[in-house]
T-cell receptor, first 118, second 112 residues
Framework: SAVISQKPSRDICQRGTSLTIQCQVD?????MFWYRQQPGQSLTLIAT?????????ESGFVIDKFPISRPNLTFSTLTVSNMSPEDSSIYLC???????????????FGPGTRLTVL | GNSVTQMEGPVTLSEEAFLTINCTYT??????LFWYVQYPGEGLQLLLK?????DKGSNKGFEATYRKETTSFHLEKGSVQVSDSAVYFC???????????FGTGTRLQVTL
């Protein structure tokens, strides 16, 4: 199965600062995604990280607030900029891999980064 | 737009009890449906999936049937174990390798 790692696993940050979250996958993948899970809420897609081009953002999310990099097919970063307490969430990256059990492309997720903004 | 509604948790069961976690959806077209599980400290893992009406997805003793007439995809297991304690997410996707829409998740706690 796929291995997706994220760093940091958790952080506590001050209002107005920025945090960059790293996502590393263990093999080359075409599509990577970034999700946010606010307390008691479902996962919400922030953007699709495209290798070699700008990320594609979902409604309600903008590049200035959540800049994303995708320098190669195994790595992506998400920055949460100018943070406020409302940004306190779990941030997850994901990627599609071929799954031999389900015999289809399957979306795998990293363990998440738990962010608290004071 | 697409949406997924799951039953509120937490659900607390004794070991060997029967589990049902309800999931209903709203979508245009013919989505694929998924159940993901998140064990403590880990990422979401695909538990099972179904891609068309009347399909039954199954894995690790869990199963769910894609019911188009009731727009539902309820998760069931005949006899839960303590090791099944986790958060379960229902999700839908449209198209291959597509974005997923998730429910809010249901926490299951199984006790001895």
């Amino acid at each position: 199965s796929a291995v997706i790692s994220q760093k940091p696993s958790r952080d506590i940050c001050q209002r107005g600062t920025s945090l960059t979250i790293q996502c590393q996958v263990d093999s080359q993948v075409t599509m990577m995604f970034w999700y946010r899970q606010q307390p008691g809420q479902s996962l919400t897609l922030i953007a699709t990280a495209n290798q070699g081009s700008e990320a594609t953002y979902e409604s309600g999310f903008v590049i200035d607030k959540f800049p994303i990099s995708r320098p190669n097919l195994t790595f992506s970063t998400l920055t949460v900029s100018n943070m406020s307490p409302e940004d306190s969430s779990i941030y997850l990256c994901s990627a599609y891999y071929w799954d031999r059990v389900f015999v289809t492309d399957t979306q795998y997720f990293g363990p998440g980064t738990r962010l608290t903004v004071l | 737009g697409n949406s997924v509604t799951q039953m509120e948790g937490p659900v607390t069961l004794s070991e060997e009890a029967f589990l049902t976690i309800n999931c209903t959806y709203t979508a245009t077209g013919y989505p694929s449906l998924f159940w993901y599980v998140q064990y403590p400290g880990e990422g979401l893992q695909l538990l099972l999936k179904a891609t068309k009406a009347d399909d039954k997805g199954s894995n690790k003793g869990f199963e769910a049937t894609y019911r188009k007439e009731t727009t539902s995809f309820h998760l069931e297991k005949g006899s839960v174990q303590v090791s099944d304690s986790a958060v379960y997410f229902c999700a839908l996707g449209t198209g291959t390798a597509s974005k997923l829409t998730f429910g809010t998740g249901t926490r299951l706690q199984v006790t001895l």
